[in-house]
C-alpha cells in the first residue's frame, strides 16, 4: 500500500513537473505563443452581443483580430512592465513585437533611461492588458486602444491604477507589429 502511494505521488509530481515546464517554455517563447493561440483560436465565435439598437450582433474573431490582439497584449504588457533593477529588459523584450522605424524609437528610449541617474529605491510597475477596443482595422494596419491594469510598486508601497494605450499596428509579412504607442 505504501508503494502505491509514493508510485502515485511520483507520478503526480513528474505531471506537475511536465505541465510548469511546458507553460514556462510557450510563456519564454512569441513563437509557441502563437501557435498555442493559433490552435485555440481556429474558427472561434465570440459569442453574440447587444448593441444600444436592441440588435443582436455576431462578431467572428477572424486570424488577423486574434493575431493584432497577441501582438497588442504581450507587446503592451512588456513595454508598460518595468523595475529600476533591470536596465530597460521590458523595453528589449517588446521590440520583437515593433516595426523597424518604432524599434529605433525604442532604443534611443533604452538610451536616455540608461543616460539617467539611477533611482536608490526600487520602483516598478507590472501592467496587465484587460480589454482591446479595435478603433480601425484595414488588411495592412490596425489601431487599437488596450485598456491595461497597472500595479505600481516601490520598496515601501503598492498602488493599483487602470490606464490605456493606444496602438498603432502594421502588417510587416504575416506578421502584426506596433509601429506607434502612446499612453493616454
Same mark, same amino acid.
Not at 477596443?133 to 491594469?149: E, G, L, Y
Given at each position: 500500500?505504501?508503494?502505491?502511494?509514493?508510485? +502515485?505521488?511520483?507520478?503526480?509530481? &513528474?505531471?506537475?513537473? #511536465?505541465?510548469?515546464?511546458?507553460?514556462?517554455? *510557450? /510563456?519564454?517563447?512569441? =513563437?509557441?505563443?502563437?501557435?498555442?493561440?493559433? +490552435?485555440?483560436?481556429?474558427?472561434? &465565435?465570440?459569442?453574440? #452581443?447587444?448593441?444600444?439598437?436592441?440588435?443582436? *450582433? /455576431?462578431?467572428?474573431? =477572424?486570424?488577423?483580430?486574434?493575431?493584432?490582439?497577441?501582438?497588442?497584449?504581450?507587446?503592451?504588457?512588456?513595454?508598460?512592465?518595468?523595475?529600476?533593477?533591470?536596465?530597460?529588459?521590458?523595453?528589449?523584450?517588446?521590440?520583437?513585437?515593433?516595426?523597424?522605424?518604432?524599434?529605433?524609437?525604442?532604443?534611443?528610449?533604452?538610451?536616455?533611461?540608461?543616460?539617467?541617474?539611477?533611482?536608490?529605491?526600487?520602483?516598478?510597475?507590472?501592467?496587465?492588458?484587460?480589454?482591446?477596443?479595435?478603433?480601425?482595422?484595414?488588411?495592412?494596419?490596425?489601431?487599437?486602444?488596450?485598456?491595461?491594469?497597472?500595479?505600481?510598486?516601490?520598496?515601501?508601497?503598492?498602488?493599483?491604477?487602470?490606464?490605456?494605450?493606444?496602438?498603432?499596428?502594421?502588417?510587416?509579412?504575416?506578421?502584426?507589429?506596433?509601429?506607434?504607442?502612446?499612453?493616454?
Amino acid at each position: 500500500m505504501r508503494r502505491r502511494i509514493i508510485i +502515485i505521488s511520483i507520478a503526480f509530481i &513528474v505531471v506537475i513537473g #511536465v505541465s510548469l515546464a511546458i507553460i514556462f517554455a *510557450v /510563456r519564454q517563447s512569441p =513563437t509557441l505563443q502563437k501557435a498555442v493561440l493559433r +490552435i485555440a483560436n481556429t474558427n472561434s &465565435v465570440i459569442p453574440s #452581443v447587444t448593441q444600444n439598437t436592441n440588435k443582436v *450582433v /455576431r462578431v467572428v474573431a =477572424t486570424p488577423d483580430k486574434t493575431a493584432i490582439q497577441f501582438a497588442a497584449r504581450n507587446f503592451t504588457e512588456l513595454y508598460g512592465s518595468y523595475s529600476n533593477e533591470n536596465s530597460s529588459s521590458n523595453i528589449v523584450q517588446a521590440e520583437d513585437y515593433a516595426t523597424v522605424s518604432y524599434a529605433k524609437y525604442l532604443q534611443a528610449q533604452i538610451a536616455l533611461q540608461q543616460a539617467a541617474v539611477p533611482a536608490t529605491a526600487y520602483s516598478g510597475m507590472i501592467t496587465k492588458a484587460l480589454v482591446f477596443t479595435f478603433i480601425k482595422q484595414t488588411t495592412i494596419s490596425a489601431s487599437v486602444v488596450v485598456t491595461t491594469q497597472r500595479t505600481v510598486l516601490t520598496s515601501s508601497s503598492s498602488t493599483i491604477e487602470t490606464k490605456d494605450i493606444l496602438l498603432d499596428l502594421m502588417k510587416v509579412g504575416s506578421d502584426w507589429k506596433i509601429n506607434a504607442a502612446v499612453w493616454k
